[in-house]
């Protein structure tokens, strides 16, 4: 219970100042949680960077950081996109 309140906060923080949501019916969504998971929401691979690179930054003000093996990236998009990174190293992409 006591990292759910931590993490909504910290969430709360990189997601306030981030306009690059993704319109769900009447919904406009950028992350949606799951009980050991967190996914970000983009309509945009720049958008997505932006999220990651501030999520990030966050993480480490907060003593903490993503573990680059247990992330991965899934697009839903009929083009390609470039990597996503995290502090330069580039994150798998999700097998669908």
């Known amino acids: 219970m006591l990292f759910n309140i931590y993490i909504q906060q910290l969430i709360e923080e990189v997601l306030d ?3 690059n949501e993704v319109k769900v ?3 406009l969504v950028k ?12 309509s945009s691979n ?7 690179d501030t999520l990030n930054k966050t993480l480490n003000d907060y003593g903490m950081k993503i573990n680059i093996k247990k992330t991965e990236v899934m697009r839903v998009c009929k083009t390609g996109g470039k990597k996503m990174k995290i502090t330069g190293c580039a ?4 097998l669908c």
């Not at 992350?31 to 983009?42: C, E, K, L």
């Not at 720049?46 to 990651?52: D, K, N, S, W, Y």
């Open 46 to 52: 720049a958008g997505l960077q932006r999220m990651i």
């Open 31 to 42: 992350a949606v949680r799951f009980p050991d998971d967190q996914a970000m929401v983009s």
């Open 17 to 19: 100042n981030i306009e």
């Open 25 to 27: 019916n009447r919904w």
């Open 91 to 94: 994150v798998a992409p999700a």
